[in-house]
């Protein structure tokens, strides 16, 4: 098959990429970097390099393919989040129904059943009915849970306070995933025949943070590692004093208090939907503890 994924050589798709490749697939890779021609083509794929705000080029890019991957990469410069995934979808829904895609899996996000009030995920649940929009094409959207990689982000905290924490309690359920596990997800519907518009949930763990906490802690060598509760001021505060940008910091803190409610995982827990990852928060912990000594 001739594949087609987005997401340069991000988290996710550069060991889609390559299990795509082991699997004896033409893969084609999308970035944005030039620079990351020569990785791309070192893995055995084919560089296409071009704006995904660029549906003439998406569609150049997509033309000839048998499926397509399509992810919205983070954009911190967004003045407006939602509206910035918005236009990507627009973009790739676009740039499909100009090559003639019939097969897209789109990587969506655990939440995205919500209209509003969950911070960037708002976005996947618009990006969501975008491509559904679409006549004639199979399209199934990968929901995934929190990455654990987003956990990296805590480690200036621990380093500089001595604890990790958010808007949301130790005792708040949270479902995991790793991106090795989505690519796996991915790369599997790829590989299988699509029909209609559907949905998989990927995730690997779930735990509250209070363990979460105690695990990563424990790893570091720090078995009393606590979780601590900001308020949504502090919270939005602390990450304007980090630099973060207003925009990016609201919508974390919103969807902060989507976590701290549980509505996140309602059509989840609906669909009596389990962890199926098989990379859990014990095996994840050496790598965070990899990242906090480097």
């Known amino acids: 098959m001739k594949i087609t994924i987005t997401g340069s050589l991000g988290n996710i798709s550069k060991p889609l990429a390559k299990q795509l490749i082991a699997a004896g697939h033409q893969v084609t890779i999308v970035s944005s970097n030039a620079d990351k021609t020569a990785a791309i083509e070192a893995l055995g794929a084919k560089a296409a390099i071009g704006s995904i705000a660029d549906a003439e080029f998406l569609a150049k890019a997509f033309t000839g393919a048998d499926a397509v991957y399509t992810m919205v990469p983070p954009n911190f410069g967004a003045s407006n989040y939602r509206k910035y995934i918005n236009g990507a979808a627009e973009n790739y829904a676009q740039a499909i129904t100009m090559a003639g895609i019939k ?110 906490a105690a695990v990563l802690g424990a790893a570091i060598g720090k078995p009393d590692l606590q979780w601590v509760e900001f308020t949504d001021e502090q919270s939005l505060n602390g990450m304007l004093q980090a630099g973060l940008p207003p925009e990016i910091s609201k919508n974390f803190v919103e969807m902060g208090t989507a976590v701290r409610s549980g509505i996140l995982w309602k059509d989840y827990d609906a669909k009596n939907t389990v962890p199926t990852g098989k990379i859990k928060l014990e095996v994840f912990a050496k790598e965070f503890e990899e990242k906090f000594k480097s």
């Open 103 to 212: 097969r897209v899996v789109n990587l969506s996000s655990i939440g995205a059943d919500i209209d509003g009030g969950t911070g960037p995920i708002s976005g996947n649940h618009d990006g969501e009915i975008i491509l559904n929009s679409l006549e004639n094409v199979a399209i199934k959207h990968i929901r995934a849970g929190f990455f654990f990689v987003n956990l990296f982000a805590n480690i200036d905290m621990i380093k500089n306070l001595g604890f990790l924490g958010s808007n949301y309690g130790s005792k708040t359920r949270l479902i995991m995933v790793h991106p090795e596990d989505i690519a796996a997800a991915i790369a599997e519907e790829l590989q299988q025949p699509l029909t209609g518009k559907s949905v998989r949930y990927i995730t690997s763990d779930e735990r509250n943070t209070g363990e979460i």
